[in-house]
């Protein structure tokens, strides 16, 4: 635990004395990251491999120190004196949002070890690490300063992987809509910070909170106004609607790995910033965030369904694309407990954890299957998995287990639980229309859902000679499965049955305090 020096009159002090411990998986990433690019520069192309593996080590070891800090007890970077605020805070939040971060990203190194032929590997696993870094700093942080540095640091290098292929333009177009709409929102994030700091003299989430209760009547305005504009840059991180339309391109013209990556990891750092923002430091002002963020649910979840059924069997890279937009759906459905807890308690937002963590596995193995497809279908159809289950009859199970999951029928048994959790806050907040909202996108979900599911196990379609001679494979090696690709398939379908067995694994973070 960090204690800060306080001076001999009881004014805060600004020497600080580090946990190293509390703050070592961030740290570990940031220092792999360094290590793999100066790596790089003595390595051979042969070897380039070696330094992928030199990643996933280093997240295993960033995962593995989570271990002591599970007790979720431990800070740093405090200063004392009448009240005593932290910087960083290793709570139960914390750890989980940590796991969930590097587990993504151990999960996307090992999707593109095998996918980096194309693409500068030194650069892709240092940014792929840097962007981890900086997500896993994100739950950790208790003010609002250390929260935008650590959105930026998980953000940038996220920019320059989703253009990381030379010499494609749907890359580089796609790179530049993520750039200039993630620092228009970053724009307005800021204007908000500074609005809440002028109001309230101070950046540590807890003394805001405090503060904000007895804000004077004319700067009332102000307040709303910073509480509002700070929850842009972590709703855009969410896709939330109407901070969505980076989505589908982003997905369609990154890298599969990438597209995993942002999916997940993307949403877990804007989902576990908007609830720091909003039930640490401006609970007071839940009659402002509370219905806003409802809205935006409702209008996320039915925007995404809707566009994810408008794509069709033939249209290239639609099953990217309808990732995309399913990934919007499924953010709709994670806001939703955190607009509840501004009409219950603080413990709503866990269901949003909960969620998440079953998102997580199962949306990854759905990309690593998308991401095997398109080793012998390059431009990745909804088409090209019909039949799947004649030619890989287990990447079909798994892509049907997986689709199940996110459509919440069983056998997928959590992603059924999971919903049923959310839709239960929604109700316990007396969000009636919410949960009414969310059970007609449900539904509209099931068909996009089941179509590519039935899609996987019909007879194959014999494809036009054209398309045919367009998408054969030039050599044969490209047919073998790299090892580190099917280790993810493995993993995902592993975590999602035992998930599916043993639910409240996961389910438990909803009905507990996690702060």
Not at 53 to 82: K, Q, W
Not at 275 to 303: E, Q
Not at 407 to 413: F, K, T, V, Y
Request: hydrophobic share 55%; glycine share 8%.
């Amino acid at each position: 635990m960090t204690v800060a020096a306080g001076s001999a009159t009881g004014a805060a002090s600004l020497v600080q004395s580090v946990d190293w411990l509390a703050i070592a998986p961030p740290v570990i990433a940031a220092a792999t990251a360094l290590l793999v690019l100066v790596a790089d520069l003595f390595t051979g192309e042969r070897r380039k491999p070696l330094l992928g593996y030199g990643a996933v080590a280093g997240l295993v070891a960033a995962l593995a120190m989570l271990i002591p800090l599970r007790a979720g007890d431990r800070s740093t970077f405090c200063l004392t004196g009448a009240t005593q605020a932290c910087s960083y805070t290793a709570d139960h939040f914390a750890l989980v949002i940590q796991a969930l971060v590097l587990g993504g990203a151990l999960l996307t190194v090992l999707l593109s070890i095998g996918d980096t032929r194309k693409l500068p590997a030194g650069e892709f696993w240092f940014l792929l690490l840097s962007s981890a870094a900086g997500a896993a700093l994100l739950p950790a942080a208790r003010d609002l300063a250390t929260l935008v540095v650590a959105l930026e640091v998980a953000s940038l290098p996220a920019f320059a992987l989703v253009g990381i292929k030379r010499g494609d333009r749907r890359s580089s177009e796609a790179a530049l809509k993520f750039f200039l709409s993630s620092v228009v929102a970053t724009a307005v994030m800021l204007l908000g910070v500074s609005f809440v700091y002028a109001t309230t003299g101070t950046l540590h989430l807890t003394e805001i909170a405090g503060r904000l209760d007895d804000v004077p009547g004319e700067f009332s305005t102000l307040a709303e106004t910073g509480v509002v504009l700070t929850l842009v840059g972590f709703a855009f991180k969410t896709a939330a609607a109407p901070f969505h339309f980076w989505v589908p391109d982003t997905y369609v013209g990154a890298p599969l790995p990438v597209a995993a990556y942002l999916s997940v990891v993307g949403k877990a750092v804007g989902f576990s910033g908007l609830i720091l923002v909003t039930v640490i430091g401006f609970p007071s002002y839940a009659h402002v965030w509370g219905p806003a963020l409802a809205v935006l649910a409702a209008l996320t979840m039915t925007i995404g369904n809707l566009a994810a059924l408008r794509q069709t069997a033939t249209r290239a890279r639609s099953a990217v694309r309808l990732l995309a937009w399913s990934s919007v759906g499924q953010a709709g459905y994670l806001l939703v407990p955190i607009a509840a807890a501004a009409y219950a308690d603080d413990a709503q937002a866990g269901a949003t954890v909960a969620y998440a963590l079953m998102y997580a596995v199962v949306n990854l193995g759905a990309f690593a299957v998308a991401a095997l497809v398109a080793r012998t279908h390059p431009g990745n159809r909804l088409g090209d998995y019909r039949g799947l289950y004649a030619t890989r009859p287990l990447a079909a199970l798994a892509m049907g287990f997986f689709l199940l999951c996110l459509a919440g029928l069983p056998p997928g048994i959590i992603g059924l639980f999971a919903k049923v959790t959310v839709f239960s806050s929604a109700v316990d907040a007396g969000l009636g229309w919410l949960a009414v909202v969310m059970a007609v996108n449900v539904v509209i979900a099931l068909y996009y859902y089941l179509r590519w599911t039935a899609a996987l196990f019909r007879t194959p379609a014999q494809a036009p000679a054209s398309e045919a001679a367009s998408e054969k494979t030039p050599t044969a090696p490209e047919h073998r499965v790299p090892a580190p690709l099917t280790l993810v398939i493995v993993l995902t379908a592993v975590a999602g049955i035992t998930l599916s067995g043993a639910p409240q694994l996961i389910l438990r973070f909803a009905a507990l305090s996690l702060f």
